[in-house]
């Protein structure tokens, strides 16, 4: 079972930018479709981006696409996800998520991964 780390949270204005890593321990990125998300004070968790084990393939949630930017690299074993533009919307615990697969698969649901970080907060302040 891989273990993940979340980092780069933190408390930044409306309009500015962050970059959230998530690194893996105990086996490879590269074996992992990898999933970021995000739970909001009083709502449901919430998918936002997804990247296969090559880190060919990608897919966002309609609320994101375009300001974040998901990446992946393996050298380092590690999954970024580049917050653009961010709004105060945005404040939120991020999570990332991995699951082993021997597919370039993407997956854009919760229940679809087993391995879980424990999150890095995301203020946006006006």
């Known amino acids: 079972q891989v273990t993940l780390v979340e980092s780069g949270g933190g408390s930044v204005q409306a309009g500015g930018s962050l970059r959230l890593t998530c690194e893996a321990f105990?086996?490879?990125?590269?074996?992992?479709?990898v999933g970021w998300f995000r739970r909001a004070p009083g709502k449901e968790r919430e998918f936002l981006a997804t990247?296969?084990?090559?880190?060919?393939?990608?897919e966002y949630s309609d609320s994101v696409k375009g300001r974040f930017t998901i990446s992946k690299d393996a050298g380092k074993n590690a999954v970024y996800l580049q917050l653009n533009t961010l709004k105060t919307e945005d404040t939120a615990i991020y999570y990332c998520?991995?699951?082993?697969?021997?597919?370039?698969?993407?997956?854009?649901?919760?229940?679809?991964?087993?391995?879980w970080g424990q999150g890095t907060q995301v203020t946006v302040t006006p």
């Open positions: 998520a991995a699951e082993s697969t021997g597919t370039q698969t993407v997956r854009t649901t919760s229940t679809g991964y087993t391995a």
């Open positions: 105990g086996r490879p990125f590269s074996m992992h479709v």
């Open positions: 990247i296969s084990r090559n880190g060919d393939f990608t």
